[in-house]
């Protein structure tokens, strides 16, 4: 199989193939959420300086995001939460299950796994895979650990068209390469490394220790002055 440079869509520019920009599908599961706490409290309207203090996100963008879905709110009320909701939930495809698989039973796929979550929030992990025998039979929260060489049976089998990718660096590479030939198309990716996949298949990174080290990078320049007066003693 022929890897091509990565193409992830959900984190370039734009995304003019799925009709709205890239920046604003990424905020959207923020305010699918901030209106179902809305929703939960009793509220059945909302402003956008509501979402905005809400989401962390400005006022200007969160009008300038629902914008695209065609909701301009209405003046001196604001949004209608329900209807809000439902038109955020079919744009980001939360009106359906999606099935995920999740690769690597080590301590931050067994945590992943057990977390129920997920299903609240349209994604349901149908099974937990990984390479060591050894595992395999294990309980991890309502799943049973089976082993890897069943991935494509399991991908077919269940309809997986996500995956989680929770293995350690140097096998998540091959990992891809298997999802992506049993008809994966889009990958969260824990493992510290980049993915190489073909044309048409979505990743999402997420390294948190990549993400406390720019944490690191803006606590040293902020400064230690207690810390630096004892050095000049």
Sequence with gaps: MTILPRRSRLTGASSSDRGLPNATVARLPLYLRALTQLRSQGSQTCSSDQLAESTGVSSANVRKDLSHLGSHGTRGVGYDVDHLRA??????????????????????????????????????????????????????????????????????????????????????????????????????????????????????????????QILAYHEQRKGHPREEAEVSR
């Design 87 to 212: 038109e955020i939930a079919q744009a980001i495809g939360q009106t359906q299950d999606w099935n995920v698989v999740l690769v690597g039973a080590g301590n931050l796929g067994t945590a992943l796994a057990a977390y129920p979550g997920f299903t609240s929030r349209g994604s349901r992990i149908v099974a937990v895979v990984d390479a060591d025998p050894a595992r395999v039979g294990e309980q991890v929260g309502d799943l049973s650990i089976e082993s890897i060489d069943q991935l494509e049976t399991i991908i077919t089998e269940r309809s997986v068209s996500i995956a989680i990718v929770a293995t350690p660096g140097q096998a998540a590479q091959d990992v891809a390469d298997q999802l992506v030939g049993a008809g994966v198309t889009s990958i969260l990716n824990l493992a510290p490394v980049a993915l190489r996949v073909p044309e048409g298949v979505d990743v999402r990174q997420v390294d948190v220790a990549a993400e406390l």
